[in-house]
């Protein structure tokens, strides 16, 4: 038997009908109190085995608002990670650390990721101790799509359902010079260009062009198969400036600035 101090105080806790009991596993009793008739009375109410209220609840009004039964349990929520906190960080051409904020109850992390432009997903699993995941082997200048559901069991039974897709994009890929570039004799005209420019190796097949802006970024790249020494490159299309042009052979590279206009 339970008797609330408000009755004790003399107080109507008077309720018409339905309420409900609930026994916890820490010996205390939560009280639904069911069908109020005074809004200032209690509408659940937890207790401890000697009576002392430890929590208690008292819905808005009208005063008939039903509370018909009422349980108490842990809540242990499968939760989906919050999109806003998903980022990418150490960009690099080929390689990108996605992040994201830690969620409870987490099991493991399910990952997907692919290029925008396509539409088969890549997965990658990661412990639910991490929050954290390095991306290789990526194309550079692309765009790519990612998204992570959390599993709170190691079968999926319980798993939060994906995040909305996050995007990230890789940088364009930068040309490094070796510093002993063997010389390679060629002739470069005209230079301005203006539609093209012929590069003219001598006897030597050339095996790869790439032109490059003075970032470093690929502006357009060719690659040859047919032992060619004199090779027209079309620029008709790439806006104007100072350019650099890489020239290729077998045992040689040679390095030439040149000029679009």
């Avoid at 959390?150 to 010079?177: V, Y």
Wanted: charged share 20%; with cysteine; proline share 5%.
């Amino acid at each position: 038997k339970y008797s609330h101090p408000g009755a004790q105080a003399g107080t109507n806790l008077y309720y018409l009908a339905m309420g409900s009991v609930q026994r916890l596993d820490n010996g205390n009793t939560f009280i639904n109190w069911g069908w109020r008739t005074n809004t200032s009375n209690p509408s659940m109410t937890e207790v401890t085995s000697d009576g002392t209220i430890v929590w208690e609840l008292q819905l808005a009004s009208p005063k008939n608002l039903i509370s018909y039964r009422s349980h108490k349990y842990e809540w242990k929520p499968c939760a989906r990670v919050t999109s806003n906190k998903m980022t990418a960080k150490n960009v690099t051409a080929h390689a990108a650390k996605l992040k994201w904020a830690p969620v409870t109850n987490v099991f493991e992390y399910h990952l997907e990721y692919k290029k925008h432009s396509q539409s088969v997903w890549t997965e990658k699993v990661v412990d639910g101790s991490m929050n954290n995941v390095n991306l290789n082997n990526l194309d550079d200048g692309a765009s790519y799509d990612w998204r992570i559901e959390t599993w709170c069991d190691a079968q999926g039974n319980k798993k939060s359902g994906f995040t909305p897709i996050s995007r990230f994009n890789t940088l364009p890929e930068k040309i490094a010079f070796p510093y002993n570039v063997h010389p390679l004799v060629v002739s470069i005209y005209p230079n301005p260009a203006h539609d093209f420019i012929i590069i003219n190796a001598g006897d030597e097949p050339i095996l790869k062009l790439r032109l490059l802006n003075v970032i470093g970024e690929v502006v357009t790249s060719v690659t040859l198969q047919d032992n060619q020494q004199i090779i027209e490159l079309p620029v008709k299309n790439i806006l104007p400036g100072t350019y650099l042009l890489e020239i290729s052979s077998n045992q040689h590279n040679h390095v030439e600035k040149v000029c679009i206009e």
